[in-house]
């Protein structure tokens, strides 16, 4: 299983980027797609995810602001990040668990600033 991420870049506050994660090396539906991020000095942390059921889960901190989904057909994940801000700035991480296995992206960054 390989997950291939793109779409991270610079961009100014208050701007929008589009994050995709391709996954391939998968035959059944992928439980949980999801996106974590690390930013310099700190750990890891989810920033969504969305599961085979429907459900969505968002960290506090990006709620209303992202938003997340899936195309199983494609067995791709999506991450719409608008409003960002600087605080936003980090290295951002695809994410699936498949069969009881978790694998992760390559990490994309994400720069917000002026």
């Known amino acids: 299983v390989q997950l291939q991420a793109s779409g991270g870049g610079l961009v100014q506050p208050g701007g929008s980027l589009r994050l995709s994660c391709a996954a391939s090396g998968t035959h059944f539906t992928i439980n949980i797609m999801g996106w974590y991020r690390q930013a310099p000095g700190k750990q890891r942390e989810l920033v969504a995810r969305?599961?085979?059921?429907?459900?969505?889960d968002y960290a506090g901190s990006v709620k209303g602001r992202f938003t997340i989904s899936r195309d199983n057909a494609k067995k791709t994940v999506y991450l719409q990040m608008d409003s960002l801000k600087p605080e936003d700035t980090a290295v951002y991480y695809c994410n699936i668990r498949y069969i009881g296995e978790v694998y992760w992206g390559q990490g994309t960054l994400v720069t917000v600033s002026s």
């Open positions: 969305t599961i085979s059921s429907g459900s969505i």
